[in-house]
Nanobody, 124 residues
């Protein structure tokens, strides 16, 4: 089992920045591919970003590319999502997820462990 706890959400004006953190405990953090997903009211959960075990490879949804940066610290067992130039459309609950290192896709169903989510609200 891997336990994931997100933090860092909040209310920010459009154009602002937030940094989300996801602290992991349980099994060896560095064994897992890590990802961020988000879910807005009335919408399906969508992929935002992912990072491989070492942190050397990162992946982004087109909607956040160039604005968001994912990173991880395998000593602190934490994955981060730096979000810049935020837009009202970024408003959602953001979830951290851990999945198999070999998985190269973005389907939420393939990720085994999830945090409880943190709310991000961007006002216009």
């Amino acid at each position: 089992q891997v336990q994931l706890v997100e933090s860092g959400g909040g209310l920010v004006q459009a154009g602002g920045s937030l940094r989300l953190s996801c602290a992991a405990s349980g099994r060896t953090f560095s064994n897992y591919k890590m990802a961020w997903f988000r879910q807005a009211p009335g919408k399906e959960r969508e992929f935002v970003s992912a990072i491989n075990r070492s942190g050397g490879s990162t992946y982004y949804a087109d909607s956040v590319k160039g604005r968001f940066t994912i990173s991880r610290d395998n000593v602190k067992n934490t994955v981060y999502l730096q979000m810049n130039s935020l837009k009202p459309d970024d408003t959602a609950v953001y979830y951290c997820a851990a999945g198999p290192p070999s998985y190269g896709g973005t389907y939420a169903s393939r990720f085994d462990y999830w945090g409880q989510g943190t709310q991000v609200t961007v006002s216009s």
